[in-house]
């Protein structure tokens, strides 16, 4: 849940942040910036007003802490090349559009992953890495294990870990 409410909070940033997404407006006299945001709040609908509205109160609620990590977020958007910033927003609307209990394997995964040390991430990108590298043949070995493997309970994943061990110690000797 932490991923998909922060890449809200960002796109909330960006909203709350753009001028169109003030509740109130303020035009000043000959400025082309607030003449366009102008422009773009009275093109929303009602609805589409009060949403803004809504964020807008939401980020103002936000602990400045938070404020300041998501403005960290949305200036890093903004750096990304525009190919770059393409791909991100494609993945977003693509997660987006899974259904929940996929959007939340991979936010459980993802926080598995950022819990790993240095070390353990690093050895999963090679072992990716490697696997991109295989043939057709030792990829599809590697997936129907993967499928084996998540179809274990977790006792059995257990018992499984320590014979790998036990095995890997006997042929070290």
């Known amino acids: 849940m ?6 809200a909070l960002v796109l909330l940033v960006a909203l709350a942040a753009a001028p169109a997404a003030r509740a109130q407006p303020r035009v000043q006299a000959q400025d082309p910036v607030h003449d366009d945001a102008r422009a773009r709040w009275e093109k929303l609908t009602p609805e589409q007003r009060q949403q803004l509205r809504e964020n807008y109160q939401k980020w103002k609620a936000l602990p400045r802490d938070e404020k300041a990590r998501l403005e960290q977020e949305r200036e ?7 190919d770059r910033r393409a791909e991100v927003e494609q993945n977003w609307r693509t997660f987006r559009d ?4 996929q959007r939340q394997q991979i936010l459980e ?4 992953w950022r819990d790993m040390s240095p070390e353990r991430r690093a050895e999963m990108r090679a072992a990716f890495r490697d696997i991109l590298r295989a043939g057709p043949q030792e990829r599809q070995r590697y997936l129907d294990n993967l499928r084996r493997w998540r179809d ?11 014979m790998w061990r036990e095995h890997r110690e006997r042929h070290r000797r």
């Open 152 to 162: 274990m309970s977790p006792a059995d994943r257990d018992r499984a870990r320590d």
């Open 2 to 7: 932490i991923v998909s409410r922060r890449l």
């Open 76 to 82: 890093r958007l903004r750096a990304m090349s525009p």
């Open 109 to 112: 995964r993802f926080e598995r």
């Open 98 to 101: 899974l259904p929940p209990q």
